[in-house]
């Protein structure tokens, strides 16, 4: 690349620091983002944060992905941010019992919530902006 080989090593060229992590690692995403806020708040400038990761997903639901490897989708789950905070606080001693139980109640909140959304009116276009987006 003609700048860099990161987005986080144009940082300088911008006059701010730049930090490159693991995006999918939410420990090393948090210890990232305090950095940038401790330099910010220090009176330091901004800080360019990069954060590595790897769409799981499809760009859209019924997005088949033929687009990609299968084996190589199957490899990144292991990454999955989800995945790796779930077998951190395994490791430290949350049981998994607990884990299982708090993910049954945020699963229940989300639903609840998409039922409020879905008997909400519809904004309407003029609403959103849509006008002035697409012009």
């Known amino acids: 690349y003609v700048g860099g ?5 144009r940082g300088p060229g911008y006059g701010m620091d730049g930090i490159i ?25 901004p800080t360019l944060v990069e954060l590595l990761t790897y769409r799981l997903g499809g760009h859209w639901a019924d997005d088949v992905q ?8 199957l490899y990144w789950h292991q990454f999955d941010p989800l995945h790796r905070t779930r077998l951190g606080l395994i490791e430290v001693g949350v049981p998994e019992t607990l884990l299982d139980e708090i ?25 959103l902006g849509l006008d002035e987006v697409y012009a």
């Open 5 to 9: 080989k990161t987005i986080a090593s």
């Open 21 to 45: 992590n693991d995006g999918n690692n939410p420990l090393t995403v948090i210890k990232s983002v305090q950095k940038a806020i401790d330099r910010a708040r220090a009176g330091e400038g």
């Open 66 to 73: 033929n687009y990609r490897d299968r084996e190589d989708v």
């Open 103 to 127: 993910v049954a109640i945020e699963r229940q909140q989300i639903l609840e919530a998409f039922a409020r959304v879905r008997e909400l009116p519809d904004a309407g276009a003029d609403e």
